[in-house]
């Protein structure tokens, strides 16, 4: 079958190999380019076939039904224009066209796909939601459009991830020898630069609450796992109806009565999802798990389901549930 060209800017990163790999493995897509800004030339295997690195530079933009913008925060986004005006459709997964990222010159649908499907199947640029972000507010979405959060509450994240969260850039405090065998909050004073993000994102939802949250680096390589706490205006008898409800039907989010691990979605484009009342509180509170890879549901994942959708094919195609 005819296949449609796609391109990755900044595809050596681990969000970038990861997009490649599920590009070698998609039925209706295939690779136009990949750039890397400091590996022009090299070679790597994807799924067993070759891939050689270009300058973005050197990218033929305009051959590309689709351009994947990997770039780092900052760079990724006068490329996203130039892939547009050369007429490409785009998923930039930087935090540039973000809410909360400032004030982009176009705004662009926001891509947390089971919140906004219909606005990424319509639009031309998708700005992919960051990795914490996905997490957090697929957990809290239902509670928020469902008008369930306290106004004026304080939700609590508290979200652990794997080292492949902070980049491909070496960096002493992430060898191995400093990880392993460690547990650390990062980011302390709710300076993570998701914060802002997730703060725009849930008062378009319709919640009215301060939002508290804490980074933690696990030693492993991928996986998030956020606990947040929220309290309600009441609790449900069945607790787990808000997200059976919501996300009936969605392929990739599983309401589970066990709380999830990471082995439950690591290598999957999954989001698992339970909620527990919290016993011993006065006011009514919610304590939300929910568990992601971060470079698939969190990254590249999430970038295939929206390139789905902008390009008209089943959303689900070349993604593992």
Request: proline share 8%.
């Amino acid at each position: 079958m005819h296949k449609l060209p796609v391109g990755v800017l900044g595809a050596s990163g681990y969000a970038g190999r990861e997009l490649l790999a599920l590009v070698a493995r998609h039925p209706a897509l295939a690779l136009a380019f990949a750039t890397a800004r400091t590996r022009e030339g090299a070679r790597a295997s994807v799924e067993g076939r070759p891939v050689t690195f270009a300058a973005a530079e050197q990218a033929p933009l305009g051959d590309a039904a689709l351009v994947f913008s990997a770039l780092p925060h900052g760079e990724s986004a006068p490329w996203v224009a130039r892939a547009e005006e050369a007429g490409a459709k785009v998923v930039d997964l930087s935090a540039d066209l973000r809410p909360g990222a400032g004030a982009p010159a176009k705004p662009v649908p926001y891509g947390l796909t089971e919140i906004a499907r219909d606005a990424v199947r319509g639009a031309r640029v998708v700005a992919n939601p960051g990795c914490y972000a996905t997490a957090s507010l697929l957990g809290l979405a239902p509670l928020a459009e469902g008008g369930l959060i306290t106004p004026g509450a304080t939700v609590t994240i508290n979200a652990a991830s794997g080292v492949t969260g902070a980049g491909f850039t070496p960096r002493p405090d992430l060898l191995f020898a400093e990880v392993a065998e460690d547990f650390r909050a990062y980011a302390l004073g709710n300076s993570h630069h998701h914060v802002a993000e997730m703060r725009a994102v849930l008062g378009t939802l319709g919640a009215d609450a301060d939002l508290v949250f804490t980074p933690h680096l696990l030693p492993v390589s991928r996986g998030i796992l956020a606990t947040i706490t929220v309290p309600v205006t009441a609790i449900p008898t069945d607790p787990l109806a808000p997200w059976r409800e919501r996300y009936a039907g969605e392929p990739f989010i599983e309401v589970a009565e066990e709380a999830p691990s990471l082995r439950d979605v690591v290598r999957r484009n999954a989001a698992r999802i339970t909620a527990r009342p919290l016993a011993g509180v006065r006011a009514p509170t919610l304590q939300v798990i929910v568990a992601i890879d971060n470079l698939v549901k969190g990254a590249a994942g999430q970038a295939m389901q929206n390139a789905n959708l902008l390009l008209g094919l089943d959303e689900t195609a070349g993604l593992l549930a």
